[in-house]
């Protein structure tokens, strides 16, 4: 009767092929796993009896390298061997092997050879044997096996030459340090759970020892645990807290390894499912968390190499994350929660820095981010699409209410809607203006520094950088607000000054005469001119030609000198304040001011210029002041324009300037209600949505 024959040249070829080095290493991975579970059997559990001794020759060279693997367990007898010649053998099928494991021997190696030793009826019995890729034989015996010497060490020696493929070729690694790293990363779990073999590793005369190479490492002893999960079942964790350096060649710090039939199969990065980066344990600091977790869900669902699981990625991290809640739980409670701590107070000072995002209570916000999160930047973006939803929300509710008015009924409860809405609009505006706020406060630290910086230099002419760095905080300089082609020019912190220039675009700053006026004008720079107040109010647009020409001429305009911080020497004939501004004024009244966009605007016969120098009165300042009247806090001086000006100077000290806006600055926090408590707003809770972590 006719039979299924096996194809194996068909079979090999159709294996998966390698991509990376961990994926290149498999066949020899196998071949190691193999000589551990011949110490299982032979040992049981006193496998840390057994020894595994792995040489490597000419590593660099696919064509010539040599690699045997030498274990001194059970060895190939009988049953053993007639498992080794069955392609999907169920022998290994209680300890998850499915057996393939050789048939990647066969893709990976041109060359393979078996020497196995083993005990019959209390006799050494020996065999050896090619094993080879082809249809018609796979195992040719070289010779029948041989009793051998009593006494003689049992155990197995594989033998692999030359990588057959190139996938295997170009996937191998060819340096020791490479090696090392991808072999200590593979087994890592075994090492640290100890209890096996030990193994030797001979690479072209460097040699490593394992696990003692990983034992090291540990620091304290295991940490286990284990619980029962609604889908995956009981999940055992054993736990390490190690020295970085187990983590070499991992992507990340802290691991989670899954095992399958007590065998690593994948290990997953869980730095952020963790969250703690300064593990810390019996006195030792900066220390990783490698945990092993095993269960029989996982042993039912490995592939066939054992190279990976059956589970859809989802399902993995679903495993990850259960596994993790149980280490910060019971493994690493202490650490988590110091841990907490300072990431609550992380989050307490991002949200006094970006009031926007404090829209529901700290727990919450919290719940909505990920894990790890501890920055500004970790924290505004798990935020952001729970903020865009509820100013979504608000919208939505505010259009219903709207529509509602053109119902032939309105509904009975349109009023609560409404006032609703309202408190709604005010606890976004109040969270707006707090961010506003805070934003100001730093520019007004940021002032307050750097003029006490120029002030304390004195009159020395090398600091002159800072100085323009003082202009340019303020209004940048050499623009002209009305430069829709310049972005700086929309950049300035003109409120300092005066409220209502938050959003003027209607100046010029530092900026020649004769490039501001339409007619003449001269090489004079004014510090800051503001031709129109009203544009800085937003009534008008100063860059809408049509809207400029219907404008009455300009009837107010503001001058503005900075003067160093400082400052003593005023000595110059230019160096008298009401000269300087009354020369501008000359060049300004009755011409026309050129707008970017070649409009022009009249200043008008009767303007009122409104004039202002800040500065320090000391030193010359103070002695050219002397006749001026003092202003209402009796610290700056103020006179009326003379002759055919209509309007007047005032000359503010820096500090003044500085101490008024913060004035406003606080005012305007405290009229809004805003405080760190106060700043959240009560509103329904929303059900958090389970941020994804790795």
């Known amino acids: 009767m006719p039979s299924l024959t096996p194809n194996i040249e068909n079979r090999v070829r159709k294996l998966p092929k390698p991509s ?36 490597i020759t000419a590593l660099s060279d696919p064509q010539r390298i040599e690699i045997a693997i030498t274990d001194n367990g059970i060895g190939l007898d009988l049953d053993r061997y007639r498992a080794f010649c069955q392609i999907d053998t169920d022998f290994k099928r209680k300890r998850g092997g499915k057996g393939v494991g050789r048939l990647f021997w066969l893709d990976a190696f041109s060359e393979i050879t078996v020497e196995s030793t083993y005990e019959q009826e209390g006799l050494p019995i020996r065999r050896e044997f090619a094993f080879m890729l082809n249809n018609d034989e796979q195992v040719l015996p070289n010779g029948d096996e041989q009793q051998v010497q009593a006494g003689s060490s049992r155990g197995t020696t594989v033998r692999f030459k030359g990588l057959r493929i190139k996938e295997y070729a170009e996937t191998f690694p060819k340096r020791a340090e490479t090696f090392f790293r991808y072999f200590s990363a593979h087994f890592i779990a075994d090492f640290l759970l100890g209890g096996g073999a030990s193994i030797a590793v001979d690479l072209d005369g ?19 645990t284990s619980f029962e999960h609604d889908i995956f079942g009981e999940l055992s964790i054993v736990g390490f807290t190690c020295h970085a350096e187990a983590s070499t060649g991992l992507d990340g710090q802290h691991q989670l390894h899954l095992l399958a039939n007590s065998r690593t199969v994948e290990t997953r990065k869980v730095d952020n499912l963790l969250g703690v980066v300064n593990l810390v344990r019996d006195g ?69 820095r970006y009031p926007t995002f404090g829209f529901d209570d700290d727990d919450t916000q919290l719940g909505r981010v990920p894990f790890h999160a501890t920055s500004a930047e970790d ?28 119902l032939e009924a309105v509904p009975f409860s349109y009023e609560a809607s409404v006032a609703k809405a309202a408190q709604d609009i005010q606890t976004s505006e109040r969270l707006a203006l707090a961010q506003h706020v805070v934003r100001r406060k730093l520019a007004l630290e940021l002032l307050d520094k750097l003029i006490r910086r120029i002030r304390g230099r004195g009159d020395q002419e ?49 900026k020649r005469l004769d490039a501001i006026m339409a007619e003449g004008g001269s090489g004079d720079r004014p510090d800051l001119l503001v031709w129109d107040l009203a544009y800085g109010l937003g009534a008008t647009d100063p860059t809408d030609p049509e809207e400029v020409e219907l404008n009455e001429p ?23 304040i009401e ?79 500085v101490n008024d806006a913060w004035m406003r600055n606080r005012a305007t926090l405290h009229a809004a209600g805003l405080s760190r408590k106060r700043a959240t707003p009560l509103e329904p809770k929303e059900p958090a949505v389970e941020a994804e972590e790795e």
Request: aromatic fraction near 10%; charge should be negative.
């Open 379 to 406: 924290f505004a973006s798990g935020l952001i699409k729970y903020q865009i939803r509820r100013e979504e929300r608000r919208q939505e509710s505010l259009q219903t209410l709207i529509d509602a008015l053109d």
């Open 554 to 576: 300009l009837r107010t305009v503001m001058v503005v000198e900075f003067k160093k911080p400082g400052r003593k020497l005023y000595r110059k004939a230019e160096d008298q």
């Open 20 to 55: 990376n080095a961990t994926q290149g290493l498999q066949p020899l991975f196998e071949a190691v796993s193999n000589a551990m579970f011949a110490i299982e059997d032979r040992f049981d559990d006193k496998a840390a009896l057994g020894t595994i001794g792995i040489r």
């Open 579 to 657: 000269q300087q501004i009354t020369k501008y004024l000359a060049q300004m009244k009755g011409g026309e001011i050129e707008t970017f966009d070649r409009a022009r605007v009249r200043v008008a016969n009767d303007c009122i210029y409104y004039c202002y120098v800040v500065a320090d009165i000391v030193g010359d300042l103070e002695q050219q002041l002397s006749a001026w009247d003092t202003t209402s806090n009796g610290k700056g001086r103020i006179r009326s324009l003379r002759g055919q000006y209509s309007g007047q100077i005032e000359v503010i000290q820096w500090q003044d300037l």
């Open 284 to 352: 030792k600091e900066h220390l990783v968390f490698h945990g092993c977790v095993s269960g029989e869900y996982l042993d039912l669902r490995v592939n066939e190499g054992r190279t990976a699981f059956n589970l859809p990625e989802r399902m993995l991290k679903d495993i990850s994350r259960a596994c993790m809640e149980q280490v910060r739980e019971k493994l690493l409670p202490d650490q988590v929660k110091i841990y907490v701590e300072k990431r609550r107070e992380d989050y307490v000072d991002f949200v006094e």
């Open 462 to 510: 090398d600091d002159y950088h800072l100085e323009r760095t003082l202009h340019s905080f303020i209004v940048p300089m050499s623009v002209k607000g009305d430069d829709a082609t310049e972005f700086k020019s929309r950049a300035h912190d003109l409120w300092v000054i005066d409220e209502r220039l938050a959003f003027t675009r209607a100046f010029s700053s530092d």
């Open 206 to 224: 460097e040699t490593v020892a394992y696990p003692k190479e990983i034992s090291e490492l540990k620091v304290g002893g295991p940490l286990e």
